[in-house]
Every structure is written in C-alpha cells, then in structure tokens.
C-alpha cells in the first residue's frame, strides 16, 4: 500500500526518479521474479535476487495538484512512497534465498540497511561501493552449479561496463534485465563522427565493449561540392543507424555474450524519443533453461506491450 504525504514534506531521503516508464519497468521486472522463482524453487534449493543499482528500496512519486471544481474540493500536490525494486524482491513469493543490494551511494545503502532489518530473518547482504567494481571482483568466485540468479542493472544512465555483462554472462546461472540507455547511446554517437570526441569515443567503447561501433554504425558521405566545382565541405562520415538501428546493433552486441536476448521493451513505451530498452538476457546456454526463460521474458514483454504500447 503506498503512504501518501504532502510534497511540502519532501527531503534528501527521498528517492525521486523516473517517470511513468519506471512503473513499467517495475512491474515488468517484478512479473518475471514472480514468474522465475515459482518456476525455479522446487528445483533449486539456491535462489538468489542480485540488485546491482538498487537504490533506497522506495521511490518517491510526485502527484500533481488539482483544481477543486463544483463537486470536488481541491487536492494539493502530494507525494507517495511507492515501493522500489530492492522492496519488490524481497515481498516475491515464493521467497529468494538471497537477495544482495548494491549501491555506491552510502545513503542509499544506509536506506537499504533499513529495509534489511525490517526483514529479520531474511539473508539480505548490502554492498556499497560500484556494482562494476564488486560484479566483476567477485561474481565469478560463486559456485553456481546449484544455484541460479536473477540479476537487475538499473542504472541512471551508462553506468553499466561492458566486462561488468562479460563477468555475469560467464556465470552461466544468471539472467539479467538490464535498463539500456538507449538516449545515452545516441547522445554519445552523434550525428556526425566529426562529433564524437576522445571522452565520448571511451564511452561508447566501454558501454559496447569493442571500438568497431564506428565501422557498423558510420558510413561514408560524399563530399559537398558546389557548381563551380568548390569543396564546400569536406568528406564526412556519418551516423546511418536512426534509434531502432542503434537498438538493434546493442541487441546484437548483447548476443555476442548471452545465449538468449529477447527482444528489448521500448521505454518510455509511448512518448518519442524512445530513451531506454529494457532487455532481457540469460546466460544459461542449456536449452531447457533457454526455452524457459524465453517462454517467460517474451511472454511478459509481449502483454506489456499490447497493454502499454499503442499500435502505430
Ligand atoms: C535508477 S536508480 C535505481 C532504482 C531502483 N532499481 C529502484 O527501483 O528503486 C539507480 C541507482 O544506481 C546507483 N548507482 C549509480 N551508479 C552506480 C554504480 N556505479 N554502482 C552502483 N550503484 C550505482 C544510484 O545511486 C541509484 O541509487
């Protein structure tokens, strides 16, 4: 049940982000762990819940203020508190075995360390610190021969390095939905390639884990040259992929490392320019754990698609 207070109450712990894609998002993700661990938990006796970008557990929504009218009195702004992933995994049921939060912000993590205690009980573990840093480090010392995972990257924007989906791809037991910044990706790759500087160029290499992005993603274009046979600019390169192509190439990029990539959910689902992908990736290579999974992400993606996308 969400708590409802007056937005003049608003401080630094709240945790404000997102949009109306964000209850998509959660609400997709959420559908998924209920699906995954009712499927899983009479199989393994090791389910585990990893939030690598987890925030406070809770968010803070803003409900605008509305005009009083002949019937109706007026309603200031108010502010609710929604439940946010970290709170979301822990109420699933059947229940996770473990669930570990990351996040780098200490406050948050000191939030996260509320939730856990108002969990007694549960095997809840709070790291704080770069999830890129503490993945890569140690997601590969697990044994996960009998344990299986559900990982949840939801980062602000491109946070997400490409060794930190290598490391978790080379486990073999965890599937992902990872929040692609897609907005981030065609902010960095601009229009001309005379645009992309040095910081940008590390950055889209570190996002897409290979420098050959410039060769898919640019061509060629003529130089301009006026009727008297002047240069009026000079050869360019650029961007041929629009946003679905650039979609698309990170789909491909993903498939080089994970056995399944389903296709991505557009966020938000409505408004352009599309700003993020919500993909779903599993690195189990075993075809039951790939039919499952399948059946499961694409199930879920398409029914948030025909109840949350328009046809075009
Ligand atoms: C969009 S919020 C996550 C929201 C959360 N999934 C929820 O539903 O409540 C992103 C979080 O990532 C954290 N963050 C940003 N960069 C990080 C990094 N490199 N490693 C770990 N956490 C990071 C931020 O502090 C923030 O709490």
Not at 39 to 52: E, G, H, M, T, V
Not at 149 to 158: E, N, R, S, T, V
Not at 262 to 281: H, N
Request: hydrophobic content about 40%.
């Amino acid at each position: 049940m969400a708590l409802v207070r007056d937005a003049k109450t608003l401080s630094t712990d709240d945790h404000e982000f997102g949009g109306q894609h964000t209850e998509i998002k959660l609400e997709l993700v959420e559908k998924y762990l209920k699906a995954y661990s009712t499927a899983l938990r009479q199989k393994f006796n090791s389910l585990w819940y990893i939030d690598a970008f987890a925030g406070t557990g809770s968010r803070t929504v803003r409900i605008d203020a509305k005009d009083g009218d002949l019937l109706d009195e007026p309603v200031p702004e108010r502010v609710e508190s929604r439940r946010g992933s970290a709170k979301i995994a822990l109420d699933i049921e059947p229940r996770f075995d473990r669930l570990i939060f990351m996040d780098q912000k200490p406050a948050h993590c000191a939030a996260l360390e509320a939730l856990k205690a108002s969990h007694p009980g549960r095997d809840v573990h709070v790291l704080n610190g770069d999830a890129n840093v503490i993945i890569q480090n140690n997601i590969n010392r697990v044994d996960w021969s009998s344990r299986r995972a559900i990982m949840f990257l939801d980062p602000y924007g491109m946070e997400v390095a490409w060794e930190t989906l290598q490391a978790i791809a080379k486990t073999k037991a965890i599937d992902v939905w990872f929040l692609f910044p897609l907005s981030g990706l065609y902010r960095q790759a601009a229009r001309n390639i005379s645009g992309v500087d040095a910081t940008k160029r590390r950055a889209l290499t570190t996002m897409l884990g290979t420098d050959e992005w410039e060769a898919e993603l640019y061509s060629p274009v003529p130089p301009i040259i006026d009727l008297l046979g002047t240069l009026e600019a000079p050869e360019e390169r650029q961007r041929n992929a629009d946003v679905a192509g650039l979609e698309s190439y990170v789909k491909r990029r993903l498939e080089t490392i994970f056995p399944l990539v389903a296709d991505p959910f557009p966020l938000p689902p409505q408004k352009k320019p599309q700003r993020f992908s919500l993909f779903f990736a599993a690195s189990n290579p075993s075809p039951k754990a790939i039919d499952l999974a399948n059946r499961f992400a694409r199930h879920i993606i398409s029914a948030g698609i025909s109840s949350h996308v328009r046809p075009r």
